[in-house]
C-alpha cells in the first residue's frame, strides 16, 4: 500500500518507518541540519509533505528559541470593549493583512489588549511585536523594551524618529496633495481637523499644512480634536468654526473617526457639501466611502504596510541589517465631496508619490 495521508495527524517515527531512516535522520533533514544526501533529504521530505506531517511547534521552538508567535498592537485606550479603533476600516484591513502575511511563514499572529496598570507581558511568549501609530511616551513600547522584545512601528516612533524598524505613510505629502486638490477646486480658506496630541503622523500632518499656508500666504486653520470620544469632539470643534466670521470653504479631516461627527455638525448647519463647503479626509475608510455624499479620501493601502512590517520584523529576528524606513505612498480617491461643477478633476486613484 503506497503511503498517503492520515486520518491522525502523523508523528516523527511515522515519518521515519515510512522513509525507512531514524526519526533523528528525519528531524535533521526537515530542519536543515546534519550530513545528510541532498537526495535522501529531499524523499524526506517529501514523504512527510504527502503524510501531513507537521513539526511540533512546542518542540520546534524551545529548539530555535523561538515560540512561532508574532504580536500585533493597535492604537487602542484602556477601555478596548468601548473603543471604536476595533471597528475602523483602515485597522481592520491592516489586521487582516498582517495576519496573511504572518501566516505565510508558518507562524502566529497574536492581537494584544491595551497595557493596564500592574500588566505586563511576561506571561505572553512573543518573539516579537508591530506596534501601530505610536505615541508620546507609547506604555506599548516601554513595555517590548523592558523585556527586549524586538519590534517594528507601522508609522514613525516619536521619541525614536530615526528608528529604521518601521513603515510609514508619506503623511506629510499627502496632506500638500489633499490642500492643492482643494484649492484648484476654488476653496481659498481650508481648515484642518487633526488629531490631539498623538503620533508622529498627527505631528507630520501639522507640519505640512504649516507649510502650505506659509507657501500659499493663507490664515492657518488647524483645529486639533480629541480622538476620544472622536464624535461629539469634531462635532463640537467643526460647529464652532462655522460660527466664525470667515468660517472655512473646505475641510481636511485628518483622522477617519472624526468624519460622522465632522459631517453631521454641517447638516446640522444647513451646508450642502460639496455645494457650500468641500470636504476630504487624510484616510480612506468605511466612513469616507458610504458618507452622503461619499468623500474624497487618501488610500494608505493598509495591505501593503502590513505586508512590509511583517518582514521587517522577520529580518529583525533573523538578526538582518535594517533595511527601513519603508515607506508606502497612498491613493487618492476623488469622490463627490470635493469635485465642483467646471473644475478639472484630477486622476482618481492616482499614487501619491513614489511607491
Known amino acids: ?51 501531513g506531517y507537521q513539526a511540533n511547534r512546542l518542540a520546534v521552538g524551545l529548539r530555535s528559541g523561538r515560540s512561532g508567535v508574532q504580536a500585533l498592537w493597535l492604537p487602542l485606550g484602556p477601555d478596548a470593549t468601548a473603543n471604536d479603533t476595533l471597528a475602523l476600516d483602515y485597522y481592520m484591513r491592516l489586521a487582516s493583512a498582517t495576519a496573511t502575511a504572518v501566516f505565510g511563514h508558518g507562524d502566529v499572529v497574536m492581537l494584544l489588549p491595551p497595557v493596564l496598570e500592574g500588566q505586563d507581558l511576561t506571561a505572553v511568549a512573543v518573539d516579537g511585536a ?70 508622529a503622523w498627527a505631528e507630520e500632518q501639522r507640519a505640512a499644512y504649516r507649510s502650505w499656508a506659509l507657501d500659499h500666504r493663507q490664515e492657518r486653520l488647524t483645529r486639533p480634536v480629541a480622538l476620544r470620544p472622536a464624535f461629539e469632539s469634531a462635532l463640537r470643534v467643526v460647529r464652532a468654526m462655522l460660527r466664525w466670521q470667515r468660517p472655512p470653504d473646505a475641510i481636511v479631516i485628518g483622522a477617519e473617526r472624526f468624519v460622522p461627527g465632522t459631517m453631521r455638525a454641517l447638516a446640522d448647519a444647513g451646508r450642502v457639501v460639496p455645494n457650500d463647503l468641500l470636504v476630504a479626509v487624510a484616510v480612506d475608510g468605511n466612513y469616507a466611502r458610504g458618507s452622503n455624499p461619499p468623500l474624497t479620501a487618501v488610500d494608505l493601502q493598509p495591505e501593503r504596510q502590513a505586508t512590509a512590517a511583517a518582514e521587517l520584523l522577520r529580518n529583525r529576528l533573523d538578526g538582518l541589517a535594517p533595511s527601513g524606513p519603508r515607506t508606502i505612498s497612498g491613493i487618492l480617491q476623488v469622490r463627490t465631496s470635493s469635485q465642483r461643477p467646471g473644475r478639472r478633476q484630477p486622476q482618481t486613484g492616482k499614487f501619491l508619490g513614489v511607491s
Request: charged share 25%; proline share 7%.
Open 1 to 51: 500500500m503506497g503511503v498517503g495521508r492520515s486520518s491522525s495527524r502523523a508523528t516523527i517515527r511515522d515519518v521515519a518507518t515510512a522513509a525507512r531512516v531514524s526519526p533523528t535522520t528525519v528531524s535533521h533533514a526537515l530542519n536543515g541540519k546534519g550530513r545528510i544526501h541532498p537526495r535522501t533529504r529531499a524523499r524526506i521530505q517529501q514523504v512527510a509533505e504527502r503524510m
Open 130 to 199: 508591530i506596534v501601530i501609530d505610536p505615541g508620546e511616551g507609547d506604555r506599548r513600547i516601554e513595555a517590548l523594551r523592558a523585556l527586549e522584545i524586538p519590534c517594528v512601528t507601522i508609522e514613525r516612533n516619536p521619541i525614536d524618529p530615526k528608528d529604521p524598524w518601521c513603515v510609514t505613510s508619506d503623511t506629510g505629502h499627502h496632506v500638500e496633495c489633499l490642500l492643492e486638490h482643494l484649492s484648484a477646486q476654488g476653496a481659498q480658506r481650508i481648515a484642518l481637523l487633526v488629531p490631539e496630541a498623538f503620533g
